[in-house]
């Protein structure tokens, strides 16, 4: 087989799985719309062929631009995409339109970013301390006063207009090209021990600490720390590196739990989320039960995922709002969106979901093992791995796994600068995957 | 490089691997104990998404229970109401918003709200519930008269006491009264609970929540010598000729138990010679502590339990709503290890001696003497119909076991026969109908103020109605004169269907 043949090949195969994915969107909007359909109109099912048309543009582009990467990520991204916009209908239609016009910004940047780098992302090896200032920057950008805002008791927004964006979601990609080609470039010095090549590391370390200081935000801070970690042993090979950062870590958490009230609330929520006896309630300074108060979140959360059982209640069945209305469970279409998903597709669906998210890890990492060079291999996994931490430390905290922080899950949650950069990591892969299959 | 690749996308799929194994665990393993937690937001709501189904009386007109439909930002939401407010409360219970339920409501909740399916509605519900519409729980269709539980009611007014009623052949359960009541529409008001809670029969001080036919435990006094009647004779110690003498007392470890102290007793103190069965036509208390002090306490027990006391008698109704009957002790039900030497035979032959019995218990005992020997099974719920009508389940009468051969059975009737023709009961007498009854009246803690009772059926020949009636605390109210006259017209309403 030619190489011509298997270019074909692939994009065609991406653009079966693509229709593939198209039908199964139109079903769930179909199902939220039969289940609905006292409440919304039979316009929402435009958004299954408006999401297609959008899907098949993509799919041009990657024909154009990187005709030999891999078919799996593009209708996995739109699957996941199409979940999320689903549920996200379902959850509050008016809220659908703006993650549709997102979608469409993500698909546009994506399209940018495979037009941009189609002769060689490599060149980017060269910005590599402009990425590493870039990263810093944009994690402090919400502690600037004025724009800066905090949702949720934790300080990850900045808003101009009527806009919001979480300025931290495109620094994780800045972070990891970066990383990946410092690492590339120093790794056997690294390896050997060098000192004073430790340094710029040890600042990162120290930012990513500071940032979670500053913010109050342990989840973003675990992923920051965790990609760099990731890219480091691969870069290095050197466990007890890793095992001396995680050290670091520790003891920086352990500090940021002794003084952060915020912090400590998680923990506590985490290990303790029932009480049977009342507790004092930071939010009302009265005593209530930790479920009535601190924990309402998560338990609510909880009973919302044991609700569905193993074959949920179907797409747009599920319990989510009071008698009165009220959400039962608040953040549920951005941190919480898993809990909804699992109530209204159950076991089956969820394991599925996750299912999903497990083939896109291995095609990233795979697309990390055939790629040629060292930069191009540690951008893959460090993609990669940055895509499979965010979902655990997301469903896993939703899940009393780990402890909660309202982070996004890739693609399906609601939010525009989560959306953009996880274009952005698929774009990265497709265009790393088609120079290595080139 | 690929080594640590390889190892790094294995630590990831193991991350998402832990995903799916907790997923598992909430959705699976622990979802029930999740679904049950009080403070559970999500399953409080979708509970009112459920047309939870009608609770019916026997005529599958007059609706217990019932939904109010109310519509909030695009969901149709089903709350609770009580069309028949308060006939049958105790027994209907209630559901309310905060979740909590009594009664019917709550034992047989899986079937009210759907949740028992068998194949063809499994799917008709998955596609209702897919489709938006609207899943209904199947109805239930009691063995309730709601006419004659209506008049129970009325009969004992604000009086504390309960009326029971059942088919002596099939243990269908036509009323269960329970005084005082209480409207259940009320629970779910602001305020409405503080209220219930503040209703006070006649006898003040006890709760209108309280099921009484079922839950409520009085001293039986005399209509327990049905018990004593039936071990005497069944264990072939006596016939109902049998000679006794009565002095108006009998001699129990060397002191005298007096008739005197018997208010059921009327007619002279002392009798003089009489049978067995004249003791039972008029109550008289030194012959059946003399038939006690012959057969042991033991024995009694042992028939009272054939009977079915020292167990819960079943019902659709949850179980902790209802009492087992028998000797109690600090409050618990007590069984004695050695009866010859913790009994005293003669006071427990006449139902004294910390013996107590509730409705249900004795009207099972006047049942089982009905039909002829065999304890029926007491049911509540005659079938359970599907939102289209079809049949989901059908009660088959059954019983519990005998308790006494069929031939004391018709010579204890004959006993009961003359006490409404010319003994104690006789204010129980309905023209063509022949009634056999036996009336108790037990003393309380206060001078004059009794439990007054009445247990019965008709027609003898060939029963077809079985009715106890009990009153707390009535002044100088004996059961033949207050409790007798409530029962006959219960009687009178059941036996015209």
Request: charged share 15%; with cysteine.
């Amino acid at each position: 087989m030619g190489a011509g043949a298997l270019s074909l090949s692939y994009r065609n195969r991406e653009l079966a799985y693509l229709i593939v994915v198209g039908i199964i969107t139109a079903v769930g909007f179909a199902s939220v719309y039969i289940a609905r359909k006292s409440q919304i109109s039979a316009a929402s099912l435009t958004y299954a062929v408006f999401f297609f048309a959008l899907y098949i543009a993509a799919h041009v582009v990657a024909r154009i631009t990187v005709p030999n990467a891999d078919p799996y990520l593009l209708p996995i991204a739109g699957l996941l995409t199409a979940i999320g916009l689903t549920e996200i209908y379902r959850l509050g239609p008016s809220n659908a339109f703006k993650q549709g016009l997102w979608v469409v910004i993500g698909v546009v940047v994506f399209s940018l970013a495979l037009l941009a780098l189609r002769g060689d992302y490599r060149q980017l090896e060269n910005y590599k301390y402009l990425f590493g200032l870039g990263a810093i920057g944009l994690l402090f950008m919400p502690l600037l006063p004025g724009i800066g805002q905090t949702v949720n008791g934790a300080r990850l927004w900045i808003h101009f207009g009527g806009l919001q964006f979480q300025p931290g979601e495109l620094g994780k990609i800045a972070l990891i090209v970066f990383l990946a080609a410092y690492l590339r470039e120093k790794r056997e010095v690294l390896a050997q021990g060098r000192v004073k090549d430790w340094g710029p590391l040890l600042v990162i370390w120290g930012g990513a600490m500071l940032v979670l200081f500053a913010t109050d935000d342990l989840g973003s801070a675990l992923l920051y720390y965790g990609i760099f970690l990731a890219i480091l042993y691969a870069a290095t090979a050197r466990i007890k590196f890793v095992a001396a950062f995680i050290g670091l870590f520790l003891v920086g958490s352990v500090a940021v739990y002794q003084g952060t009230p915020h912090v400590r609330e998680r923990v506590v929520n985490w290990i303790h989320p029932w009480t049977t006896h009342k507790v004092f309630c930071p939010l009302t300074g009265t005593m209530t039960l930790r479920q009535d108060c601190s924990s309402y979140q998560e338990v609510q959360s909880l009973y919302s995922i044991a609700h569905g059982g193993y074959g949920g209640t179907g797409l747009g069945s599920g319990t989510f709002t009071t008698a009165q209305g009220h959400p039962l469970i608040p953040y549920l279409s951005t941190d919480f969106i898993y809990s909804a998903l699992a109530q209204e597709l159950g076991l089956i669906g969820a394991a599925a979901l996750l299912l999903v998210y497990m083939v896109f890890v291995l095609r990233g990492f795979r697309v990390s093992i055939v790629a040629g060079d060292g930069f191009s291999k540690l951008l893959a996994a460090g993609l990669t791995f940055g895509f499979a931490l965010q979902t655990f430390v997301i469903v896993g905290g939703i899940l009393r796994v780990i402890p909660l922080t309202g982070i996004t899950l890739p693609f399906v949650s609601y939010g525009g600068s989560s959306v953009i950069s996880n274009f952005l990591v698929v774009a990265g892969l497709m265009l790393v995957s088609h120079r290595a299959n080139s | 490089m690929n080594t640590q690749l390889n190892r790094l996308a294995l630590l990831a799929v193991l991350l998402l691997a832990v995903l799916v194994g907790a997923t598992t665990y909430w959705q699976a393993w622990d979802a029930g104990t999740l679904a049950a937690k009080q403070d559970n937001a999500v399953e409080l709501v979708s509970q009112f998404e459920v047309a939870r189904g009608l609770i019916l009386g026997a005529n599958g007109k007059t609706v217990f229970a019932a939904n109010r439909k109310v519509r909030r930002s695009g969901q149709t939401f089903y709350f609770r109401r009580y069309p028949a407010h308060g006939l049958a409360a105790q027994t209907i219970g209630y559901s309310t918003s905060a979740r909590s339920q009594t009664g019917l409501e709550e034992s047989l909740d899986d079937y009210l709200t759907g949740a028992t399916t068998n194949l063809s509605n499994a799917i008709q519900r998955t596609l209702d519930r897919l489709g938006g519409g609207t899943v209904y729980g199947d109805n239930v269709v009691l063995t309730i008269d709601a006419g004659a539980q209506q008049l129970a009611q009325r009969l004992l007014g604000d009086r504390c006491g309960a009326v029971v009623a059942m088919n002596p052949r099939t243990g269908a359960v036509y009323v269960l009264a329970s005084s005082p009541t209480y409207d259940p529409n009320l629970i779910d008001q602001p305020g409405g609970y503080a209220k219930v809670l503040k209703i006070r029969g006649s006898c003040g001080g006890s709760s209108a929540l309280l099921n009484r036919t079922t839950d409520g435990l009085f001293t039986p006094g005399s209509t327990f010598k049905m018990v004593t009647a039936a071990a005497a004779l069944d264990s072939g110690a006596f016939t109902p000729t049998s000679g006794f003498n009565d002095p108006g007392y009998c001699m129990e470890y060397g002191k005298k138990v007096s008739n005197a102290g018997n208010p059921d007793q009327r007619g002279p103190e002392a009798y003089g010679h009489v049978t067995l069965a004249q003791g039972f036509q008029h109550s008289i208390n030194s012959v059946f502590c003399n038939v006690g002090k012959a057969i042991g306490g033991k024995t009694i027990l042992d028939y009272a339990k054939k009977f079915g006391f020292y167990s819960t008698p079943p019902l659709e109704t949850p179980a902790n709503q209802r009492v087992p009957s028998g000797l109690y002790r600090n409050n618990k039900l007590w069984f004695p290890k050695d009866p010859a030497t913790q009994v005293d035979p003669g006071r427990l032959a006449f139902g004294q001696f910390s013996m107590v019995a509730s409705p249900l218990q004795m009207l099972l005992v006047a049942s089982t003497i009905a039909n002829g020997g065999l304890v029926p099974r007491p049911h509540i719920v005659d079938r359970i119909v599907g939102h289209d009508g079809s049949v989901v389940s059908r009660t088959r009468p059954s019983n519990l076991g005998r308790a006494i051969k069929p031939e004391t059975a018709s010579e204890l009737t004959q006993m009961m026969i003359s006490v409404v023709q010319a003994g104690t009961g006789t204010a129980a007498q309905i023209p063509g109908i022949q009634v056999a009854g036996k009336t108790g009246t037990a003393e309380t803690a206060v001078n004059n103020v009794y439990t007054a009772w009445f247990v019965c059926f008709a027609p003898a020949d060939n029963p077809t109605v079985a009715v106890a009636v009990v009153l707390e605390k009535q002044l100088n109210g004996f059961g033949g004169a207050v409790s007798a006259p409530i029962a006959k017209q219960i009687l009178e309403k059941l036996l015209h269907h």
